[in-house]
């Protein structure tokens, strides 16, 4: 038989923590769900057929997989803290990184191009 975790309340300011930013997450994924749809509908076309669309649908798609990872995340923080464990490391940070660095590469590339 195993023993269970502990689920002892963690101090309420590491929870609040945790949760600001889990919203900071979230804001992260509306900017830049914003962001797609400003470039979709306010921006110029570039002279490349489809690239505002598809620099759109970046912004979109980076949107989507930072809010579908902020809860999970934000979940296994709060059970980590309430077992005791050490904080769980996330992929996200190196993703949305990553996705804001090839936004700006395609944007700059657009842009030279005309």
């Not at 598809?54 to 309430?82: D, E, H, I, T």
Request: charged share 15%.
């Amino acid at each position: 038989m195993t023993a269970e975790p502990p689920d002892d309340e963690p101090d309420y300011r590491f929870t609040l923590a945790n949760e600001r930013t889990f919203l900071a997450w979230i804001r992260t994924a509306l900017g830049l769900l914003a962001a797609g749809v400003a470039v979709r509908q306010l921006v110029p076309p570039f002279a490349l057929p489809g690239a505002t669309t598809a620099l759109a649908l970046v912004c979109v798609g980076l949107a989507s997989m930072v809010a579908a990872a902020s809860y999970p995340r934000w979940r296994r923080v709060q059970r980590a803290m309430r077992a005791g464990a050490p904080l769980p490391h996330s992929r996200m940070v190196v993703v949305l990184a990553s996705g804001v660095l090839l936004l700006a590469v395609l944007a700059a590339v657009l842009v030279i191009i005309g």
